[in-house]
Every structure is written in C-alpha cells, then in structure tokens.
C-alpha cells in the first residue's frame, strides 16, 4: 500500500500541474518558458525589459527600428505581469510575453520556441541564465542605454563570478555615457564592443504639457488654471510624509497650492493614504475620481495607479523627484525637467548620477538634503514665479540638446540585423565538380 502511495503521488502531483497548465497557459508560459512557437522566415529580434520604465523606452525605439527593418519580427519579453499589460497597450504591434521561469531550462526553451536573430537588453538587467541560455544556442547579446547602476555594481562585485561572464560576453553594448562605458569595462566588457549612444530617456520623456492625457488627468482631478501643483513623484521611504509636511506648512498662506503624490509601487499605496488619514489632510485617491468625481475641498490627490506618472508631471509647477531623499539611488528627473517642471531632488541620485551633474551643472534643477530645503525651495518658487519659470526653461534646454540617441541605437541595431541575415556563401567540395550553396544565417 505504502509502495503505491509513493508511485502515484508524483504522477497526481503531475497531472494536477499538467491540468493546471491547460486550463492557464499564462502561467506555463510564465514559468516553463513554453510561449507560442513563432513561425514564418522572417528575422525576429528579441527585447528584454526589466521594468515599466524600461518598457516605456521601448515604446519609442521600436516604431523607428521597424520603419527602418519592415521585414524584421519584434519581440519583447518581460518579468512580470503588470509590465506585459502596459507592453500589451503600448506596442500592440510587437509579440509580448511574460517569462519568469522557474524550471530549469526555462530560458533556452524560450530562445529555441522564438528563434531570434538577437537577444536585446535595456540597459543593464541581472540575468545571467538568460544570458547563459543565449550563449549556448549562439544567439548574440546586446545592450542598449546601457548603464550599470549603484545596486547592479554592488551585485557585481560580491557576485563577479556570475555577472562578470554577461558583460563579457556581450558583442554590442551603447553606454549611455563615457563614464556607463568606463564602467562596463571595468567589469569585463570588451573594448571593441563598447559605443556611447548617449541616454535615450532625453527623448522618451513628453514634452507637451498640453498632451492629451495630461488634459485628461487635469480635468479628471479639477486642477484649475490658478492652481500651482506640487508633486512629488516615485516616492517612497518617508518622502510622501516629508512631502505632506511641507504642503501642510505652506497651504495656509498659499490657498492655490495643490499637493499630488504618486508612490513609487503598489505596495505603498494603502500606507500613503494611512498616513494622510492620520495627519488629517482631506485628500482623495486616483481611483475614485472616475466614480466620485474630484472633490473641491481636497487639495491633496494619491495617485494609486501605474503607469500615469509622466501625464501628471504635466499638470505639475513644482516638482520633487523621489527615491533621492530615501537613500534609494534616485529616480527619473528627465521627464519633469523636459516638461519645464521646476525641479528638485535630494542627495541620493547614484541611479542618475550624470543626468542629475548635467541638470545641476546648467542651474536647470535644486538639490535638496532635507525637508527644510524642501519647504524653501517650494516656498521660492511659489514667491517667484519667474524663477521657477526660468529654472523650468533651463531644464527644457538641457534635454532638448541631448537629441539623437534613438536614431543611433536604431541605426546600429539595423546594421547588425542586416549583418546578420545576409547570405553567406559556402563552398562545398565532393567528388563532382564543386558547387556553391547560399544558405541563410540563423
């Protein structure tokens, strides 16, 4: 009895995952790698990105990249759910999938069911299998805006022995900047691989104001025309609470003022609003603007959505760019410096260490190290309209010059797919008089 309990449980236990499988092919797609095999001849290229914000780069580059290769098939493969649902919106044209295998093998099944030409990284994702898995079916790898951030070299160096091998096995990596190359190098990348393409984010971030979605938004929320918006984007440890204060502090003598805050995840919605409660400001949450429509008497609103963050830097005056104060390495400052957001941001900008120096270095943007440098600079602002105005209009400049990036990228990946599917003549010698054959580069 014992010997037949032990004979059929694993074949239950594997008739319950193969029913499971069936009635869900997601998650067998998710987790086994078993995505929809991709048929035709046409040359595909894959793209791996790791976050929304990665995504959104993609958004850009990929429609230029298929003007230029009409005949290549696009894809884009992603980790998690939510990333594939905005993959899914926002390039409906290009095969999306979502692959966070937990079988080994996972990766190369993936690679030999899609075929593709390339393997694509935005700028720098810790995936070693996926580049392991790349290797040895001979598809090359390469890296675009490529950086290596504070959190992916501390990674780097208590684990070389795993991540060295992915930056040296790269045949193309684009560095956002000489220092991104400096460090790729650093780290194993070969010198003939390297290229600075600049950082492509400059030219995904809007820069319309007057975008149909920011309009939406505004109208959505009430936001008036004398209304001056701060918003705090991307927050998190105690910044919203900072950022509450310094609302808090000003309102009184400033009735136009409006406090926006948007967390950086989903986590932190329900603690932000607890938080509010407790210090007793009337706010309302993004979610019920839909159904109840924006309430007059809250001027503080919770953006508990994904996804919406450049749109409502658009209704912004007075920006604070989070995860800069918490000591979490920064957030993205491009997005409202492009829209001419008076900007600021804390200490903490390892993750965006050069474009924070360029901000700063024209005097287009205000760091701060405190919440009382926070209030002041809001304060300054909201007394001198023209210096925040200027200050705004510095920052459009600077993001205005760093222009090109995407065609490089587009150009170089073009090349590379031409390179790679040209045909390749190979000379065959029997026992009757030679022949030649033209094949096709997997």
Known sequence: MEYGVLILLPVACALAIAGLFWRRPDLAERWVGLVEPRRGSRPGVLFYAAS?????????????LAEQQPDAELMVVVPRPSVLQLARERLPLCRSYCVMPLVPGAHGRVLA???????????????????????????????????????????????????????????????????????????????????????MKFETAPKNRRSKATRRLAALAGIGEDDIVLLAGSTTGNEEEIAARVFEQLAPDYPQLRLILVPKSRRRFSRVARMLARRGLAFQRRSQLESQGAHPASRVLLVDTIGELAAWWGTA?????????????????????????????GSHTDNFRDVASALLGYDAAVRVASGAELRSFVRRCLDQPQYAAALGERARAVCRSQGGTIDRTCQRLAELLREQCRPVIIKLTTAAAPRQKLRQAA
């Open 52 to 64: 929304h914000g990665e995504l959104l780069l993609l958004e850009k580059l990929l429609p230029r």
């Open 113 to 199: 069911r899609l075929a593709p030409e390339f393997l694509v990284i935005v700028e720098f994702a810790r995936i070693p299998l996926w580049r392991r898995a790349a290797a040895r079916r001979g598809v090359p790898t390469m890296i675009i805006n490529g950086r290596i951030s504070a959190k992916n070299a501390r990674a780097c160096r208590r684990w070389p022995w795993l991540f060295r091998p992915l930056v040296r096995g790269c045949e193309l990596i684009l560095a956002q900047t000489p220092d991104d190359a400096a460090t790729f190098r650093r780290y194993g990348a070969s010198e003939t691989a390297i290229q600075v393409a600049g950082a």
């Open 317 to 345: 005056h007075i920006g604070f760019v989070g995860a800069s104060l918490a000591c979490r390495g920064g957030h993205n400052m491009i997005e409202p410096a492009a829209l001419g957001v008076a900007t600021c941001f």
